[in-house]
């Protein structure tokens, strides 16, 4: 892997741009190296959390296999899996949480600039967040880690306008459980709402490479349906600043959900609600979710690198009924050190302070304290390229 | 592999003829590539299945990693799980339901034509269609999917009379939980059913090669016992043809089960007994089920492909007590369509329709209707043999 | 791998001593072999266990897989996980019974004398028989089973002081589940405990060799904390030999605990208990273990092994209340015949006879039968260094 700062292409979450695409010309994938690859995501930390009832303790963070390869200029695969989750499939599409990636792409026309990826694979959603590779991203937003579908069964079509600009359009299922399962997982009720027969959705993104690889863009528009005839929007800006020692991403989204079928809003309303005898708790409706966030990472001395994050999300509900606009807002931000000692290996030495903190507004405020949680961690992180 | 039609050796489910047990002859396994495989079976289509209660949805049909390799002229490994399955270990035989190979070959004797496989394994039992690489089967007979206990713990010894047959006793486990956690399972009475102390069986098969492999023959006979005193019988004759651009398989087969363990027939029963306010729903004994299953391929130009399979299926009790022969039927079908750009690799892009019924006789008829199911698919399949 | 009896080094449960440390001053780590092993850790067997509610059966024993690597002088990884046991990940360490490794590996210092091991990694506990490769040990003290956290979540900081003698200090999570999870499991009653803020413990353990690698020791101290201001202690003493023919190892240990989490002496307690109608069932206070065990292999002809194993386990209780010294012995030993007919592959055939006992004395024995159990079993075992 090329080693400069955030130019590290080999460990993309998303096939977006996978380095063997951009290398076929180049090589005829003759050894084995170049032919696949094998590697290991490893995170762990010894962590000292807020709160009476956390325990310190020593966590496996990430710890997951991968497994690709470029068997002709046509075809690839992916396959990857975490080590530290059940691999009982999910009632709609067959595939566990476990797996991040099981997918084969084809590429055809014309120079081999249409792709066709099928299979369990990642959102292509404008997020440079979840893009980044999980083993360096300590802390993320509840936008990459709740409201995301993350990775979902899907087929995805994509073209490359020129070397530096690819289009794609991506059919998707919405949710990875079926809509029984999902109300029978909260025990909400339904409220009137009804299965779509096709619990599908489309994204259309763009991925763009500006001034020498410098400025990256991931934007994209997602629009999918949950229920029958409700149906979710959602847009998400992504750009990414890659200099040379300095880079960073800032993300912006906004989505609105027909139905929270991520539950991120509806606990703090059904608590609300909750006073009420005959109040059944239910997903909320018409529910907007924005999220901004920053990341910046500086190599200050050789080896040695400071990383910022910060992140402000809100909830709001666009149906009268008290509860509105920002009645919940999720916050946080860490800030650390690192230290990479071998110049080749993507192996760091680790420490960064987080704080996270929820805060309700409006009616909601009555019914849900806030939270805060301060975490201290030092560990090691190695994104392992076996083969 | 091998690209002619019905001629891919490699991706054999069973172990009946390895590639390296063939070729050991002629290579020294020198290179990596001779020396271990790396498989991943893919396939994942949009399908769109009938019925009120159905979503249509992207589904991961197969994702499979496969490890096997020959170390030595004697000795080869295998190693072969699903990714979208538990591993939680089954109480019997200690495997998890997800593994479908975990097992060593060490072969002896005079020219290596004895050979001794450890660990869990595929069933000796003659049907082509269980032995076809699933990767390549979009739906499967009730007899492979729900009768047999397909990949099992077992001891199997097999002896290469000449070089196109061999023979093979396969001692192993009836199935793969206890008699206690089984009906615990099901919630059934034990009806003076006791377990079996060695609650094992044996298959006996014959695998031949005739005409220049153009007919494949692999015939099996099963004795096992499940409960105490209870033995089952079953013979499976499976016959398989192999022709430039045509190829297929006939299986028939034919088992009486003492205790039907599966619970295919159980179930109709226990609806009809459920009426009675005393009845206590349990295994019917004496059960007997037969399968025809046809598939035929047919290159029609190059590239492209006709799929067509077709089955059926009886059960019927040997009992008096008015349930009788055929009391349940299982018939279903399928046609599709396939291309497969890229002759060296066994990717398809795929779409077939599906029609599936199971329809009931005699008594068991008033207590249970008649079920279908239409099912139409899209998607991909890639056989990966990634090294 | 090294086919002398007890010097096979890459099947080593613990990386206190890995391969690549030693040897690599010799290699540039050049050839893919060199740079990373796949192993598969396979033992099945036909038994026949004694009493009326065990089935005889053929069982997966050992089913892991194994990838690890040395990508520079300075940094390995190691990646073990058993395919029989569930992925969902553990409450306190996130990680799941099924992994026993994964962890990186880091060397520093002059000549590389230093190495820190981060992730989830086997206890620095002066043990051999957890040392030795799972493959081959067929059965274990419950020592080894039940009261050691045998793999656990760590960073190890050892220091080479000569090329025989390695000293570590490891810092490890106490146990797997946190204090919660751990009562709400077995249902216990708290009984004034409380969850220690930081579940923490400390080994400290000395390796070394002498003679000529004829003489092995693995000593170690072990102090550690489950509750709030509960201290647990505990030492162990590892003796391994390794002859032209013959080998074994003696292992002794003494532990007090200070709350009995592994909970092997608190049921035969509870059970006596259970008669007083106001009785609630807890974790017993105060326990102190120890453990003899020996285990002698003799290559008694070429390629044919004799192995035997024995050992005696008492619990004692520290408090006053009746329980008192030895109120639990646990016994067992096995005799057994192994072949290995391919002199370069740790794979043989086997048979053993094993018997383990379970009595109880003082006022307990009162409420607890003594348990047997005779077991005879054949099968084959294969270390499988796949590449």
Redesign the interface.
């Known amino acids: 892997p090329n080693t400069a700062v955030g130019q590290i292409y080999t460990d993309s979450t998303s096939t977006n741009k996978t380095p063997a695409n951009q290398e076929l010309g180049k090589s005829t994938l003759s050894s084995?190296s170049e032919k696949?690859d094998?590697n290991?995501l490893?995170r762990?930390s010894?962590e000292?959390p807020s709160g009476s009832?956390n325990?310190?303790?020593?966590?496996?963070?990430e710890?997951r296999?991968e497994?690709r390869?470029d068997?002709?200029p046509?075809?690839s695969?992916r396959?990857r899996?975490?080590?530290?989750?059940?691999?009982?499939?999910n009632s709609?599409?067959?595939?566990?949480g476990?797996?991040d990636h099981?997918?084969?792409t084809?590429r055809?026309g014309n120079e081999k600039k249409w792709h066709?990826t099928?299979?369990?694979q990642s959102a292509s959603v404008g997020s440079w967040e979840f893009d980044k590779n999980p083993t360096f991203e300590y802390q993320y937003t509840e936008y990459v880690n709740r409201q995301l579908n993350l990775f979902l069964?899907?087929?995805k079509l994509g073209y490359d306008i020129t070397e530096n600009h690819t289009f794609q359009v991506q059919?998707?299922?919405t949710f990875n459980n079926?809509?029984?399962a999902t109300f029978n997982g909260t025990g909400y009720a339904k409220d009137g709402l009804r299965?779509?027969?096709?619990?599908?959705g489309l994204y259309v993104a763009w991925l763009g490479n500006m001034f020498d690889r410098k400025w990256q863009t991931f934007y994209s528009y997602n629009v999918s349906q949950f229920a029958r005839d409700k149906t979710n929007h959602g847009v998400s800006i992504g750009n990414q600043i890659t200099l040379d020692r300095l880079s960073g991403y800032l993300d912006l989204q906004s989505a609105n959900l027909a139905v929270d079928y991520p539950n991120i809003g509806s606990p703090a309303a059904n608590a609300l609600g909750a006073s009420s005898p005959a109040f059944v708790p239910t997903f909320l409706q018409d529910v907007n979710y924005k999220t901004a966030v920053l990341r910046l990472d500086y190599e200050f001395i050789p080896k040695w690198f400071l990383t910022t994050k910060g992140y402000y999300e809100t909830a709001s509900h666009r149906e009268d009924g008290g509860i509105g606009d920002n009645f919940r807002k999720n916050m946080g931000y860490w800030a650390g050190l690192e230290y990479k000692?071998?110049a080749?290996?993507d192996?760091k030495?680790f420490t960064y302070y987080y704080y996270n903190t929820t805060r309700y507004n409006n009616a909601v405020a009555q019914a849900n304290a806030n939270q805060k949680m301060h975490l201290f961690a030092v560990?090691?992180l190695?994104f392992?390229?076996?083969?």
């Open positions: 084995l696949i094998i290991f490893f762990s010894l000292f009832e325990q310190g303790a020593i966590r496996l963070n710890s296999l497994l390869g068997l002709t046509e075809l695969f396959v899996y975490r080590l530290n989750r059940g691999f009982a499939p709609l599409d067959n595939a566990p476990a797996i099981a997918n084969v084809y055809f066709l099928a299979g369990k069964l899907a087929m059919l998707h299922n079926d809509f029984n299965p779509s027969k096709t619990p599908l000692p071998i080749s290996q192996m030495l560990g090691v190695y392992v390229n076996a083969l």
